[in-house]
């Protein structure tokens, strides 16, 4: 407890949740005391944080919404500057971390990368598989990274690990196999079928630069039109795709050959365990003598990652959580929503003059939204609104109003109870 030093200081103001259109303040004074740990600070109050100018109600309403949405869309939406969305953030989550042990009781987790911005810059996430929450996150992609996150879960914690999902990269497999003794490493069945994928698109390349250097320019166009049709799930061709695929039954072998080596591979995920298990080694043994170097490379790879790969299948685990958690990060990280540009109908005999696309002020003006660090625009009668804005209305700016209805309440939580 702090002793007063006899200063006032005078008054301070906290920024509240607004009163509809109207910004609310909270006023009180705010006296300096006297701390044995940190000399003369500010006396504590219960309805905002340490070092914050926003209410505890207006900073957990902040951060649902940059959870939800982009920064710059909160920073309009509520009013405030750019920054200041970043610095909320940083105190509730702060906050947060101190009350709660993100890391205690994982069994079953899964580790991932996620690119989180242009320049080869990384983040590697943890997510409990148990309760779907990211519980660790911290920039890299490398041996160096996960050894921290083992580090902070220390040696008592990681005997409890049961099973971990990643990818086969092997600066995570690696410290798994070095720090987690009793944790089974599950191959993320996603990673594996791309690989297969990437294996039959290779040779499809192969095939087409044959043709072309043939001189057979006609099977060469046919062929890569036919990309879209290899790549595809069965159950998802259009009619057009099923017999393109038909052709290349009858007069391409090898190709047809590693689209039948795709999808026997993308079965054994679909198959009970024991199933499966039979599966898998006989896709092997096929790809081993399939005379196609891409696959024959594949099945190297996939004999060497067999126990991680089953591990997936008898477990039922993947990464389907962890990418679910990437692109909320995504959502948080990127810089803005651009609006979109939306498409006008053209029919023949119909053409019409192009007029401009309406710009994000007019609409913003023809919808009522606010302006940062200002008042809301005041409305203006139907009459006077612009006609490219009125168009647009619909198409562009559909999603501002999804966020102003969760914002009153409707979504949060949060406005309900404050009068919003």
């Known amino acids: 407890m702090g002793e007063w030093t006899g200063v006032w200081n005078g008054r301070r103001r ?3 949740l607004d009163l509809g259109t109207t910004f609310a303040f909270v006023e009180a004074d705010a006296p300096r005391v006297t701390c044995r740990s940190h ?4 006396c ?3 309805w905002a944080r340490h070092r914050s100018r926003f209410t505890r109600a207006f900073e957990d309403q902040v951060c649902w919404l940059a959870v939800n ?3 710059s869309a909160v920073a309009q939406l509520m009013r405030i500057a750019w920054r200041s969305v ?7 989550a702060e906050e947060a971390t101190r009350q709660v042990d993100l890391l205690a009781g994982l069994r079953r987790i899964g580790i991932d990368e996620i690119s989180h911005r242009s320049g080869q810059r990384y983040l590697t996430v943890v997510v409990d598989h148990h309760t779907g929450r990211l519980v660790w996150a911290a920039p890299g992609r490398d041996r160096k990274t996960v050894e921290a996150f083992l580090d902070a879960l220390g040696p008592e914690r990681c005997q409890q690990i049961e099973l971990v999902s990643c990818d086969m990269a092997s600066w995570i497999a690696g410290p798994i196999t070095e720090r987690l003794p009793d944790a089974v490493r599950c191959v993320d069945p996603f990673h594996v079928v791309q690989l297969a994928t990437d294996a039959l698109d290779e040779v499809r390349r192969e095939v087409w630069n044959e043709a072309r250097r043939a001189g057979q320019t006609q099977l060469a166009r046919d062929l890569k039109g036919a990309r879209f049709a290899v790549w595809k799930n069965p159950e998802n061709l259009t009619d057009r795709q099923r017999s393109k695929l038909a052709w290349i039954e009858k007069l391409n072998t090898p190709l047809f050959r590693a689209y039948l080596l795709k999808e026997q591979l993308r079965q054994i995920y679909r198959l009970p365990p024991a199933e499966a298990i039979a599966l898998l080694d006989g896709w092997i043994k096929w790809a081993r003598r399939c005379r196609l170097p891409a696959f024959v490379k594949l099945a190297r790879t996939i004999t060497d990652q067999r126990a991680g790969i089953l591990a997936a299948i008898t477990n039922g685990l993947s990464n389907a959580r962890i990418e679910q958690i990437n692109t909320q990060i995504r959502l948080i990280t990127r810089p803005r929503i651009r609006l979109p540009q939306p498409r006008r109908p053209h029919r023949a005999g119909n053409a019409q003059p192009r007029r401009p696309l309406p710009t994000t002020t007019e609409v913003k003006t023809a919808l009522h939204l606010p302006s940062r660090g200002g008042d ?3 409305g203006r009668p139907p009459a006077q609104i612009p006609a490219g804005a009125a168009n647009a209305l619909g198409s562009c700016l559909g999603w501002w109003r999804r966020i102003a209805v969760q914002a009153t309440g409707a979504g949060c939580g949060l406005g309900g109870a404050n009068g919003r």
């Open 44 to 46: 504590a109050v219960p």
């Open 69 to 71: 949405t982009s920064k």
């Open 39 to 42: 000399g003369v600070v500010v």
């Open 376 to 378: 809301r625009p005041c």
């Open 14 to 16: 906290w920024r509240a």
């Open 86 to 92: 970043g610095g909320i953030v940083e105190r509730v």
